[in-house]
C-alpha cells in the first residue's frame, strides 16, 4: 500500500511539473487520504494488540 | 518584471524546501551508509515530507495560492501526528527505540519538531496577502531553480518508492523490518 502512496506521489510531481495543476491536486490529495488510512490502520492495529 | 516582494517569498518557500530535502537526504543516507531500514511508520513521515516540498513547489510553478499552502499545511500536520504517534510507542522506559540517536534524538523525534516547525513557518508566510496578487512570470534563476527542486524532488520520490517496493512489496509493511523482501 506504501507503495502505491509512492506512485501516486511521482504522479502529482509529474503532473504539476507538466503545468495540470487540478490533476496535481487530485493525486496528491488520494496520496493523502490512502496515508491516513494507512495511519489507522497502523494505530487501530497496535490498539487492538495492546487492549 | 519581478518585484522584491515576489523574489523574497520564491526565497522563502525555496528556503523551506532545501530545509526538506536535507532531511528525506539524510534519511535515505542513513538508510544506505548504517543499512537502517525504515519502518512504516517512518516511511510514512517520509510520504509526508515529500507533500509538504510539493505543496511548496506548486507555490514556485503556479504562483502562491492559498490552496498550495494548505496542502503544505496538512501534510506537516499528518507528519507530526505520525512522528508523535512513533514517540509515544518509544517513550515508556523499557520500550527500546527505533534507529541511533543523531545528536541526542531519534530520527522520529527530530521529524516531529521539524514538521511543527513546518507547520509554525508556513502558517506565518501564508498570512501575508501581496503575494497573492503578484503578476507572473518569474526571473530565470527562480525557474532554474523551481525546476532543479522537481528533478530532485522526483528522484527522491522515485529511489523512496524503489526502496519501499523492495522492503515491503505491495502489500503492508512488517512492523520491525530486518532485511529487504526481494
Known amino acids: 500500500m506504501l507503495a502505491v502512496i509512492f506512485i501516486l506521489l511521482i504522479l502529482t510531481i509529474l503532473s504539476a511539473w507538466l503545468k495540470y495543476r487540478k490533476l496535481a491536486i487530485t493525486f496528491f490529495v488520494l496520496a493523502l487520504v490512502m496515508s491516513v488510512i494507512l495511519f489507522y490502520h497502523h494505530v487501530s492495529g497496535h490498539l487492538t494488540i495492546h487492549l | ?5 515576489q523574489r523574497l517569498f520564491s526565497f522563502l518557500n525555496l528556503i523551506e524546501i532545501l530545509g526538506i530535502f536535507t532531511v528525506l537526504f539524510l534519511a535515505g ?41 494548505s496542502l503544505t499545511l496538512l501534510s506537516a500536520l499528518l507528519t507530526s501526528w505520525i512522528a508523535l504517534r512513533q514517540i509515544a510507542l518509544h517513550v515508556v522506559p523499557g520500550t527500546g527505540s527505533y534507529g541511533d540517536p543523531v545528536f541526542g534524538f531519534h530520527l522520529y523525534t527530530w521529524s516531529f519538531i521539524l514538521s511543527t516547525f513546518t507547520l509554525l ?18 526571473s530565470k534563476v527562480i525557474t532554474f531553480f523551481t525546476q532543479l527542486c522537481f528533478v530532485l524532488l522526483f528522484a ?27
Open chain 2, 29 to 69: 543516507l542513513f538508510q544506505l551508509i548504517y543499512h537502517e531500514l525504515p519502518c512504516p511508520l517512518c516511511l510514512l513521515q517520509r510520504v509526508g515530507f515529500i507533500g509538504i516540498c510539493i505543496g511548496l513547489l506548486m507555490n514556485l510553478r503556479f504562483g502562491p495560492k492559498p490552496a498550495h499552502y
Open chain 2, 1 to 5: 518584471m519581478e518585484s522584491t516582494q
Open chain 2, 156 to 182: 527522491i520520490t522515485l529511489l523512496n518508492g524503489i526502496s519501499t517496493v523492495l522492503e515491503c512489496g505491495f502489500h503492508y509493511c512488517p512492523d520491525n523490518p530486518t532485511h529487504y523482501i526481494f
Open chain 2, 121 to 138: 513557518y508556513t502558517a506565518i508566510v501564508l498570512a501575508f496577502q501581496q503575494q497573492y496578487s503578484m503578476v507572473r512570470p518569474v
